[in-house]
Each structure stands twice: as C-alpha cells, then as structure tokens.
C-alpha cells in the first residue's frame, strides 16, 4: 500500500507501508531523494531538528512534492515537482523529474537498463532534438553546441515510459521560453529498437 507523509512543511513524499525488501529499498530510495533536497542550502523552508528555520539564503522559497506517476509489472515511477520563487523576481520557476524504481530488482532504475548501444546517448540525443525542432518550429530555442542538452536527454530523470515509447521532458527555458512552459517529445519505440534493451519496451505497459 502507498502512503504519502508528510516530511517538512513544505516537502511531501512517497512511502510503501510495508516492512518486506521490496519497501525497505523503495522506502531508502525516497529518503535519500528527500535528504538531498533537505541538504540544499538555497532552501529556507525547511526546520532544523530544533524546530529554528533552516540557515542558509533567505532570498528564495522552494517547495517540492513527489507522487507516484505510475506502476506497472516492472516499474513504480515517481514524479517530482519543483517550485522556487526568487524574492523580488518577476515569476517563479518550475521544473518536473522522475524517479524510476525496478520492482523486480529492487533497485532504482538505470540508464544501462535502457539502452545498451555503444554511444547511445549522441543517437538517442539526435532522434529527440530533430523531433523537438520539428514540433516546435520557430519556438525553438535550444542549443546543444556545448552537449548540454545531450546531458538532459540522457539523464533518466527526464525519462518517462509508456506504450507509444519513451518520453523526455524539458524543463522551462531549456528548449523554448518559459511562456511555452514544459515541453515533451516522445521517441516511438520502433525507432529506439536497436538502441534498447530487451526489457526496456516493458516499462511501458
């Protein structure tokens, strides 16, 4: 059973209310995840263990939330959104990832459970920016130059799964303006067949 709690005022996630190996290493997954957003110094939401605000830049508010976005046989995938408003800005600031959880191996999700092609990550990089471009038109905004974006793509914090193939979400800014907001490009799975793994079209179904 899942059951969400509450961490901090302003930071929510995911427990399974279980005590078997599965739980436990779910459970270690999202505590890891939570402590690292708990560690960031830019956020002065938090409460230190004696209840006093957390030190650190009082400029900026951050809240955080994570939810199961999916579960099928082989995966639970979590979704996180982020929200920081700079004090004196003139909007805030978004972004979305996502945590994959392998049922069967017990373990947080690889990018090396995906894909298995040597170089994967200029091809795959290749196939998501073309399709990007051809969405947006002259919305496009984005620049690979430094391989920054190739970083993106191939971080599976960006990936979500489903039957059509795989999904990769920018975040505002990165591909477009922030008026066009989150932008998603699907890659079909007949033309990631030579680049992924046997297991890897089950993640979407």
Known sequence: MMAVSICSPDFMTVRIDRDDDLAKAFNAMTEAKRAAIDANPDNVALFDKGGELATGDVSTDIDSTTKVSRVNASL???ETG???????????????????????AK???DATDVFKAKGWEKTFATLVIDKTKADL?????????DGSLTKVIADPSRWSF???GITV????YEVASYARGQVETTVPWSELSDLVTDDAESFGY
């Open 76 to 78: 639970i995938t979590l």
């Open 162 to 164: 489903g039957d059509q």
């Open 82 to 104: 982020d929200y920081w408003y700079g004090h004196g800005a003139a909007h805030g600031n978004y972004g979305t990832s996502y945590t994959h959880f392998l049922i069967g």
């Open 107 to 109: 373990r947080p999700l």
């Open 137 to 145: 038109g002259d919305e496009w905004q984005g620049d690979n130059s």
């Open 169 to 172: 979400l920018f975040n505002p």
